[in-house]
T-cell receptor, first 112, second 114 residues
Framework: TQLLEQSPQFLSIQEGENLTVYCNSS?????LQWYRQEPGEGPVLLVT?????EVKKLKRLTFQFGDARKDSSLHITAAQPGDTGLYLC????????????FGKGTSLLVTP | EAQVTQNPRYLITVTGKKLTVTCSQN?????MSWYRQDPGLGLRQIYY?????VTDKGDVPEGYKVSRKEKRNFPLILESPSPNQTSLYFC??????WGRGEQYFGPGTRLTVT
């Protein structure tokens, strides 16, 4: 069951532009994580958000967890070609035990 | 170096021929998991394990088996592979439960079943 909907699915922008990726659900999550995956490799964790309304910053990346803990967003300021990759959100729904659910991902291409 | 290793990295096999994909982690993590990644479907959890001898089904367990006899190893077994199991497989481990701590992913195993 795909509980997490990511949008957009694909994004192609030029270096220096800003962008936002969304991760939405009708379910409540104990926490949400964002991963980045490069071709031929496994995903790598960027951040974990656990509190409703929480905002975390990682250099040019800003992550937000919705107040109701049903959605999250990733904002990249002044994108660079090195930001190119597949961005995945993942969450553990409340009361689901230890199952982890991933969104389908947003494929980002940043061109010079 | 802390890592999750998977073998083999690439495998082409025929329908019905049993195979095992090995996964090993050197971080003494309690939690381990298997995922498959398919275009348009994303990462889907196959099985996960909370500790030795404790495993449970994820979203897509049909056609797969796992075992956790040792803390470091979590092999994925396909007893009778079929073409719809052609996919990219990832093993992952975590010190804390899912969604609470960082999952470390292996490099992936690309499986083709003809």
């Amino acid at each position: 069951t795909q509980l997490l909907e990511q949008s957009p699915q694909f994004l192609s922008i030029q270096e220096g532009e800003n962008l936002t990726v969304y991760c939405n659900s009708s379910s409540v999550f104990s926490s949400l994580q964002w991963y980045r995956q490069e071709p031929g490799e496994g995903p790598v964790l960027l951040v974990t958000v656990v509190t409703g309304g929480e905002v975390k910053k990682l250099k040019r990346l800003t992550f937000q967890f919705g107040d109701a803990r049903k959605d999250s967003s990733l904002h990249i300021t002044a994108a660079q070609p090195g930001d190119t990759g597949l961005y995945l959100c993942a969450g553990a729904p409340q009361n689901s035990g230890y199952a982890l659910n991933f969104g389908k991902g947003t494929s980002l291409l940043v061109t010079p | 170096e802390a890592q999750v290793t998977q073998n083999p990295r690439y495998l082409i096999t025929v329908t019905g021929k049993k195979l095992t994909v090995t996964c090993s982690q050197n971080m003494n993590h309690e939690y381990m998991s298997w995922y498959r990644q398919d275009p348009g479907l994303g990462l889907r959890q196959i099985y996960y394990s909370m500790n030795v001898e404790v495993t449970d089904k994820g979203d897509v367990p049909e056609g797969y088996k796992v075992s956790r006899k040792e803390k470091r190893n979590f092999p994925l077994i396909l007893e009778s592979p079929s073409p719809n199991q052609t996919s990219l497989y990832f093993c992952a481990s975590s010190k804390d439960g899912w969604g609470r701590g960082e999952q470390y992913f292996g490099p992936g195993t690309r499986l083709t079943v003809t």
